[in-house]
């Protein structure tokens, strides 16, 4: 169910305050299925939408969640949003669009000739890539950005001006996620890992990483970060 477009019929109101409402299902497919519907604005008798997120409940039982097809929402706000729903209790939740964002890291020793970036191998992962993570309720990217690379690598960062690449992909069956990658100033080079999330680390100049890393997506974003640092950053020291 989860990506499919439907017709549903507004039934009542949860919350309107949040924009929570029940429904059901008209469409031929899944016709009288109820429904929970989220809207960021007023709605009429019925929506045209996406299945946007599939709870399970801890009876083990599954209700869908239905937006507006221009509304695109993320995990912590349909979470906020269903939290004003009284009785139900999401045992999991499944959802179709995912949002990360995370950071080229240069750091540049004085006596180096070029900076080098961080790299990171997750857990569960089998490629390269950068310190990233999912956005949390109220962050803003940069916020989300800074956050998680302290978590992965306790490194603390700055955030530099007019860089920011988007990587859209589907990594596996329906779900659609998005990474938004800043490029970021590291004022140390010594990193701790969180085990739980990253397996091991490299630092690696920037004109070798495209041979470390695999992704289009990352080597694209690779390769806007070097015409940055060229362009706007070379010849600084601690950079």
Same mark, same amino acid.
């Given at each position: 169910?989860?990506?499919?477009?439907?017709?549903?019929?507004?039934?009542?109101?949860?919350?309107?305050?949040?924009?929570?409402?029940?429904?059901?299902?008209?469409?031929?497919?899944?016709?009288?299925?109820?429904?929970?519907?989220?809207?960021?604005?007023?709605?009429?008798?019925?929506?045209?939408?996406?299945?946007?997120?599939?709870?399970?409940?801890?009876?083990?039982?599954?209700?869908?969640?239905?937006?507006?097809?221009?509304?695109?929402?993320?995990?912590? &706000?349909?979470?906020?949003?269903?939290? /004003?729903?009284?009785? @139900?209790?999401?045992? $999991?939740?499944? !959802?179709? =669009? +995912?949002?990360?964002?995370?950071?080229?890291?240069?750091?540049?020793?004085?006596?180096?000739?070029?900076?080098?970036?961080?790299?990171?191998?997750?857990?569960?992962?089998?490629?390269?890539?950068?310190?990233?993570?999912?956005?949390?309720?109220?962050?803003?990217?940069?916020?989300?950005?800074?956050?998680?690379?302290?978590?992965?690598?306790?490194?603390?960062?700055?955030?530099?001006?007019?860089?920011?690449?988007?990587?859209?992909?589907?990594?596996?069956?329906?779900?659609?996620?998005?990474?938004?990658?800043?490029?970021?100033?590291?004022?140390?080079?010594?990193?701790?890992?969180? &085990?739980?999330?990253?397996?091991?680390? /490299?630092?690696?100049? @920037?004109?070798?990483? $495209?041979?470390? !890393?695999? =992704? +289009?997506?990352?080597?694209?974003?690779?390769?806007?970060?070097?015409?940055?640092?060229?362009?706007?950053?070379?010849?600084?020291?601690?950079?």
């Amino acid at each position: 169910m989860l990506s499919k477009e439907v017709k549903a019929e507004i039934y009542g109101s949860l919350n309107e305050k949040s924009g929570v409402y029940s429904g059901y299902i008209t469409s031929e497919a899944c016709s009288g299925e109820r429904v929970y519907i989220l809207s960021r604005r007023p709605v009429g008798d019925y929506i045209y939408g996406v299945v946007t997120a599939v709870i399970t409940q801890s009876d083990g039982s599954e209700k869908y969640v239905v937006t507006q097809k221009q509304d695109i929402m993320y995990e912590p &706000e349909i979470r906020q949003r269903l939290s /004003t729903v009284r009785f @139900l209790n999401i045992e $999991k939740l499944s !959802c179709l =669009y +995912e949002k990360s964002c995370g950071a080229v890291i240069l750091y540049k020793e004085k006596d180096d000739s070029e900076a080098s970036i961080l790299l990171v191998k997750n857990q569960k992962g089998r490629f390269w890539s950068f310190p990233k993570g999912h956005v949390e309720l109220w962050e803003n990217e940069k916020e989300t950005a800074v956050r998680e690379i302290k978590e992965e690598t306790d490194l603390d960062v700055e955030i530099l001006d007019n860089f920011r690449e988007i990587s859209d992909y589907c990594p596996f069956g329906k779900i659609r996620k998005r990474v938004v990658f800043f490029l970021a100033a590291a004022k140390s080079n010594k990193v701790k890992i969180q &085990e739980s999330e990253i397996e091991s680390y /490299t630092w690696v100049k @920037l004109s070798d990483a $495209k041979r470390v !890393c695999t =992704y +289009e997506n990352d080597l694209r974003v690779i390769d806007k970060a070097r015409e940055y640092y060229e362009d706007h950053l070379a010849k600084k020291a601690n950079i």
